[in-house]
């Protein structure tokens, strides 16, 4: 370096107010390596994977009790609303005499049911005859339980009587009762009075009618409910069942 360039760069060093009060000029520590980032890159990764985990768990488990406790509560509503009218099932009620000393002869109009549901159509129906004080008939109607679509609903028809059905029994268009019905299978067994004065309980008859005529019939019916595939909390089953004691014999046949 020839003299002229060391004079002036010494003297702009001399002009540098952390030079001219004996200050040395610190170095900037080094950054991040690309090693260390990446390892915090790969624990943050790590840290979302588990709270997404989490909270995926947690959705999981809030949309299946969700799920759990409406198909529950669905039931117990089917189960009310088709003890109310399928306990009313009776035979063919026709009048004989003058009040106030008139009896009723019965013809026997069996509860029908269809006991392996592997379609839309109807599962079971039955009918049942109102009468009015005078031992006339009032109205006649007939319900329908039907699997549509995975949905059980609930029909009537009014089918003879000069009368009027309260609203409270009447289901001219479907109600849909359950929904997410995955199998409905329905069993019964006819009841008979015993002959035998020392033992006056009832006896049980096969499903068949017999020479034996059955005063009634205990009706088991049991529901399988599953979720719908777009609601993603995998393979959960409801299973519900319940018993109704009929006034009217049961018959299983393939057109109920």
């Known amino acids: 370096m020839r003299f002229r360039e ?57 949309r299946c009790s969700e799920w759990k406790q409406e198909k529950v509560l669905q039931a117990e509503l089917f189960w009310n609303e088709l003890r109310k009218c399928l306990e009313q099932a009776t035979d063919v009620l026709q009048k004989r005499g003058h009040p106030p000393d008139f009896r009723f002869d019965v013809i026997p109009r069996p509860f029908k049911f269809k006991s392996a549901v592997d379609s839309n159509g109807t599962v079971f129906s039955w009918n049942v005859d109102h009468v009015d004080e005078n031992g006339d008939l009032a109205y006649r109607m007939e319900y329908r339980i039907i699997f549509a679509d995975r949905k059980l609903q609930i029909e009537s028809s ?40 020392a033992n006056l309980n009832e006896q049980y008859l096969e499903t068949t009618p017999t020479a034996d005529a059955p005063v009634g019939s205990v009706v088991e019916i049991s529901l399988l ?12 089953k409801v299973a519900q069942n319940n018993k109704f004691k009929l006034n009217v014999a049961a018959v299983e046949t393939a057109l109920p």
């Open 6 to 62: 060391f004079f002036i760069f010494n003297k702009a060093a001399c002009q540098n107010p952390l030079v001219k009060y004996g200050y040395k000029a610190r170095t900037s520590p080094a950054g991040f390596s690309l090693v260390e980032i990446l390892i915090s890159l790969a624990i943050c990764v790590l840290l979302l994977m588990i709270v997404f985990f989490v909270y995926d768990r947690t959705m999981f488990s809030y």
């Open 158 to 197: 009014h089918v003879g009587g000069p009368g009027s059905p309260s609203p409270e029994i009447t289901f001219d268009v479907g109600k849909t009762l359950v929904t997410d019905v995955e199998s409905i299978n329905v069993g019964a067994t006819n009841v008979k009075e015993s002959q035998n004065p």
């Open 225 to 236: 409910l599953t979720p719908p595939a777009g609601l993603r909390i995998g393979e959960v």
